[in-house]
């Protein structure tokens, strides 16, 4: 009932930034908390920052914090993430999800609607 499509993937440099979007469409509404997760190959599913259902409180994975910014604009249903010093590292597959629990996505890589993901390549 919730559609999610991530956008923004790309190739930089290491070094530059990126921002992705992850639009929300049909039964959309603010009870969900969302998450950004990424796949490298031959790597499992990583978690890398959510945003509470308020948008007051977030959390990011240390692998990422202080380089990574979790955002939303809630007029727009799109939550971004803009993603700093990147390094070769980073390249992965990022996909976005939506759950009713921080917990979930935090905990048990869970969500109850997923996007498509957007490739991002981080070259040295």
């Known amino acids: 009932q919730v559609q999610l499509v991530e956008s923004g993937g790309g190739l930089v440099q290491a070094g530059g930034s990126l921002r992705l979007s992850c639009a929300a469409s049909?039964?959309?509404?603010?009870?969900?908390?969302v998450g950004w997760f990424r796949q490298a190959p031959g790597k499992k599913r990583e978690f890398v920052a959510a945003i509470s259902r308020s948008g007051s409180t977030i959390y990011y994975a240390d692998s990422v914090k202080g380089r990574f910014t979790i955002s939303s604009d809630n007029a727009k249903n799109t939550v971004f993430l803009q993603m700093n010093s990147l390094k070769p590292e980073d390249t992965a597959v990022y996909y976005c999800?939506?759950?009713?629990?921080?917990?979930?996505?935090?905990?048990?890589?869970?969500?109850?609607?997923w996007g498509q993901g957007t490739q991002v390549t981080v070259s040295s």
């Open positions: 049909g039964r959309t509404s603010s009870r969900y908390a």
């Open positions: 999800a939506v759950a009713s629990r921080s917990d979930y996505l935090i905990y048990s890589l869970s969500g109850d609607y």
